[in-house]
């Protein structure tokens, strides 16, 4: 797989934005979806990659720098038709260790807490993130789990 830095202006990339903002959206309501939009992971603060395999996109995944040495996981997502493949735990391995490369002490991310974010919260927890409490803007919610993984 080839992971790039991707400016999303692509429109396979801008696909499997939409589709992972349709499916947080039909998961969770308003106040407790947090995926950002097209315009949001375009911001100063985000960089966000997409993956690759013979031309065709399998996932994505973005690193939001809240200060110098903590970053929030966004946008994780594997495309529909590349699921159960080792697609995310590539993209997540790539992004520690861009935040290591940066100097993070950590990297922090919310889920949802219901039963169709298990194999996300799974897949965190294999890695080695911890439950904490609500960072950075986030205040506590039912609907919302918080990790931490200190590098």
Known sequence: MEIKVDDLSGSEVRALIME???HMQSLSP???THALN???LKKPDVTFWSGWEQGEIVGCGALKELDTQHG???SMRTSSAHHRKGVA???LEHIINEAKQRGYTRISLETGSMEAFEPARKLYEN???QYCKPFA???DDPL???MTLEL
């Open 38 to 40: 097209l315009d949001g």
């Open 89 to 91: 735990k590539r993209i």
């Open 72 to 74: 929030e996981l966004k």
């Open 137 to 139: 803007n986030y205040t």
């Open 20 to 22: 992972h903002l349709l």
């Open 30 to 32: 308003p106040e407790s």
């Open 144 to 146: 919302s789990s918080f």
């Open 127 to 129: 890695f080695g993130f």
